[in-house]
Each structure stands twice: as C-alpha cells, then as structure tokens.
C-alpha cells in the first residue's frame, strides 16, 4: 500500500486520547500500525485493544481501527454506530442519548447518533449525510469525529488483507462529512 509500518512504536492514543473509543477501560494499546499520508490526509491503522474488568471479570476488546486527520475536516464532536434495538430502548429509558429525526425514520432507526451539542449536531447531520449512512445501514460503521480527527471501525477485528478496504471506507466518510 505504500505506507509506513510502524507497529505498536506509534503516537495514535497520545494524539487520539480524547475521543470515545480511546477512553474505554484501561491497559490501551495500538498495535500492528500502519501510517501514510495521502494529500491533506494523514491516516493510521491499527489493531486497537482495551480490557475491562478485573481478575476474573476481566474481559479483552479488539478491533481494527482506522485514524484519519484532515485539514478539510472541521466537526462538532459526534459519535454514531449501529443501533441495537432492545439494548439501545432501555438505555434510553435510562436516559441514554440518541439524537433522533422525526423526518428521517431510516436513519434514526439504524443509528445511535450522540454528540456534545445536539443542535450543532441536529445542524451538521443535514439529509445528505444522513442518507449517505441510511443507504449503508448493516454494515457496522462506527464514527467517532471532532475537529479534524474521524475514527473509523466496524466493532470487530479485521484481517491484514482488508486494510485498503477500510481505509478506503474511511476515505469515503471523510468526503461525506467534509462535504466535497
């Protein structure tokens, strides 16, 4: 892919820390990074592992993820990934957020969408880049993006083979939400 490899000696969780997915249990790491650049775009992938729990209880979660910075990317901090219909009614019961469209029932019935500010979050998911995610419902896309930064996974660890796929995945949202 032409691209640097750069292992577990790499900086995304210094630079990422801040987002959702990288504040999740604890003994962190990246692993099996590769690194590249490809015009205003800086992009990472890696295999991204955390545990919860302790002891007995103690529980390892993996997936590949994949990291872009751009200088056409400028977000509100918003979160979406797939919705899960029975866990995601009881935790709205338990006062879960889920920023829903009343005009836009394929979207919302597909998504969990969570930002800091609902209104700049209501505003920026305008219809085009809610159907663009509607037309891929099922296919796992969890987002996470704030500023500059977009984090990209499907929940799940995927095979060396694939990397290109996903990047190019994360490519793809990167033109929706930069819108261009």
Same mark, same amino acid.
């Given at each position: ?16 820390? !801040?987002?959702?997915? %990288? ?23 890696? =295999? ?5 729990? !302790?002891?007995?209880?103690?529980? /390892? /979660? ?6 872009? @910075?751009? =200088? +056409?990317?400028? *977000?509100? /901090? ?5 919705? *899960? ?30 930002? #800091?500010?609902?209104? *700049? *979050? ?10 663009? %995610?509607?037309? +891929? ?7 996470? %993006?704030?500023? #500059?930064?977009?984090?990209? /996974? ?6 060396? #083979?694939?990397?290109? @796929? ?15």
């Amino acid at each position: 892919l032409g691209i640097e490899y750069l292992g577990h000696q790499n900086d995304v969780l210094s630079r990422c820390g !801040h987002m959702k997915l %990288f504040s999740k249990g604890h003994s962190r790491r990246m692993n099996n990074a590769i690194c590249g650049e490809t015009g205003n775009e800086k992009i990472t992938l890696g =295999d991204y592992r955390y545990t919860t729990g !302790h002891t007995k209880n103690r529980r /390892h /979660h993996s997936q590949t993820v994949c990291v872009l @910075q751009s =200088d +056409r990317l400028n *977000v509100p /901090h918003c979160f979406l990934r797939p919705e *899960v219909a029975f866990f995601d009614s009881i935790g709205s019961l338990l006062g879960g957020q889920d920023i829903d469209f009343a005009d836009d029932p394929a979207f919302s019935g597909a998504y969990v969408l969570q930002g #800091d500010s609902e209104v *700049v *979050v209501r505003e920026f998911f305008d219809a085009d880049i809610r159907a663009w %995610f509607a037309e +891929r419902r099922g296919r796992g896309f969890h987002v996470e %993006f704030r500023g #500059d930064t977009l984090v990209f /996974h499907t929940g799940k660890s995927r095979e060396p #083979d694939e990397a290109k @796929q996903l990047m190019q995945q994360a490519l793809e949202i990167l033109n929706v939400l930069a819108k261009g």
